[in-house]
């Protein structure tokens, strides 16, 4: 069985919020699924763009992604858009003390959706089965993703600016720390407690790039990853496919360095081989 739930907001309620190239993201992965993978097509992949982006919608989905996987299963969860960080409402987080969220499209600030919610989530794959998570969104908790003008003709509407979703001042009593520490955990670490891989837009302390590529819009780690494994042979492991798009992102200008996590005998595996 071969499963994907592809999530991508460009808009949020805030007009200031909205990103360009999320929706384009979705789009080119499902491409790359569907024609370099073999997924099905409806039945097996689910797209959440926008509005649909809700925090249920994204919980369902988990929960029907996940739903009879058995050993053997190849299961994908995308998201591109925000990410931010909230204070710790659990007490697990002993370090900076601040939980790791994804920005749905209705984000409750009180009740957000955490790194702790993506683990419990996925936490019933079994063993055998593999799940690759792929967040093109910053982890640091700036909830930022980098808009790049691009060069040349630009539409005179079109911003040359950041990207912002932080934490209100008035949503918490806690006071609001703008620049996490370095130690912030990424999001998404929680899941590779389970047969899951993790591949992260950026390090910790960087921002993941909103950019204007090849005629349109898309999230730079997006765009480089689906090339490379467009160019690269079907064994591509997990390891070489995250070198060789860190290589071609700094080829391009970007400065963001993704990141992959997991058990150390998943990475050396065929991307999305389980």
């Not at 980098?146 to 006071?175: K, Q, Y």
């Not at 790039?209 to 898309?218: E, K, P, Q």
Request: proline share 7%; net charge neutral.
């Amino acid at each position: 069985m071969k499963k994907a739930l592809l999530v991508g907001i460009n808009r949020y309620p805030d007009p200031r919020n909205e990103l360009k190239g999320c929706v384009n993201d979705v789009r080119q992965v499902a491409g790359m699924l569907k024609e370099r993978y073999g997924f099905p097509g409806d039945a097996d992949m689910r797209l959440l763009t926008d509005a649909r982006a809700t925090t249920k919608a994204i919980l369902d989905g988990l929960a029907w992604l996940t739903a009879g996987a058995s050993p053997g299963d190849s299961l994908v969860f995308h998201y591109s858009g925000h990410g931010s960080q909230v204070p710790d409402m659990s007490g697990d987080e002993t370090t900076d003390r601040l939980d790791e969220i994804l920005c749905p499209y209705d984000l409750d600030w009180k009740r957000p959706l955490t790194d702790d919610d993506l683990a419990a989530a996925c936490a019933d794959v079994p063993r055998g089965a593999l799940l690759t998570v792929i967040l093109d969104c910053c982890h640091s908790g700036t909830g930022l993703r980098d808009f790049i003008r691009p060069r040349g003709v630009i539409p005179s509407e079109t911003p040359d600016r950041h990207r912002f979703l932080p934490l209100p001042e008035t949503s918490h009593s806690a006071p609001r720390n703008p620049r996490p520490p370095r130690t912030a955990r990424r999001f998404g670490v929680g899941v590779t407690r389970t047969n899951a891989v993790l591949i992260a837009a950026c390090r910790d302390d960087q921002t993941s790039a909103d950019a204007w590529i090849d005629g349109g819009y898309h999230g730079a780690l997006t765009y480089h990853l689906c090339r490379n494994l467009a160019n690269g042979g079907r064994d591509l492991t997990y390891r070489a496919l995250v070198s060789a798009t860190g290589t071609t992102l700094s080829r391009a200008g970007f400065d963001q360095v993704p990141q992959l996590e997991g058990p150390a005998k998943l990475l050396v595996l065929p991307f999305s081989a389980a």
